[in-house]
């Protein structure tokens, strides 16, 4: 049975802090819904409705398109471990580029990383749990590198480009907000 909350408890910070994966669904008023899975060190819980998370420089760039024309925003959490549990955090967010004032503080919560493209700022205004009886279990093994590598040569240079060459848009064709 789902339960539906104001505003995170101190569980559901705890439980957040546990998870390896995150999910972050976001869509503009027309196109495709996108849906995309997030690890690392990427997420923090600010204080009771409000989440920042970290974006790394990847093949798309769809939630900063759809939030520049509908803030809203669901991010979701599932235990593949012993306790079953989905969490889901509803709300508005913003994206602020690399470039943008206010970028800096938030930016400061992570590790640094040559890759960090943006940060959104969310305020959760409905917190759901559900169940959770159907994920499977399954165990984390290690975060991948990969990505971190591939920043890492590119450099601030190659990072840039690559942002003007795949970035620019959505899948859809909708402009993202990253500076030129």
């Known amino acids: 049975m789902a339960k539906r909350f104001d505003a995170f408890s101190d569980d559901h910070t705890r439980f957040i802090a546990e998870q390896h994966i995150f999910f972050v669904a976001s869509a503009a ?9 997030k ?26 398109a759809h939030l ?29 580029h690399r470039d943008e004032d206010g970028f800096a503080d938030l930016n400061a919560l992570f590790p640094a990383h040559p890759g960090a493209r943006q940060v ?6 409905l917190v759901q749990t559900s169940c959770g009886y159907a994920v499977p ?10 990505l971190d590598t591939w ?23 909708k402009p993202t907000g990253l500076p030129q």
Not at 70 to 93: D, E, H, K, N
Not at 161 to 167: F, G, I, L, M, P
């Open 137 to 146: 279990f399954m165990d984390f093994v290690a975060d991948r590198d990969t």
């Open 68 to 96: 520049l024309e509908s803030p809203r925003m669901t991010v979701m959490w599932c235990s593949f471990t012993t306790r079953p549990l989905i969490l889901r955090a509803y709300g508005t967010a913003r994206v602020l």
């Open 39 to 64: 690890g690392g060190d990427a997420l923090r819980v600010t204080g009771p409705n409000r989440l920042v998370w970290r974006n790394l420089t990847g093949s798309g760039n769809e939630t900063a």
């Open 29 to 37: 008023p027309d196109g495709r819904v996108n849906l995309s899975p």
């Open 151 to 173: 920043a890492e040569k590119k450099g601030e240079d190659g990072i840039r480009a690559y942002w003007t060459e795949k970035n620019l848009t959505s899948v859809d064709g």
């Open 120 to 125: 959104y700022d969310m305020t959760v205004d």
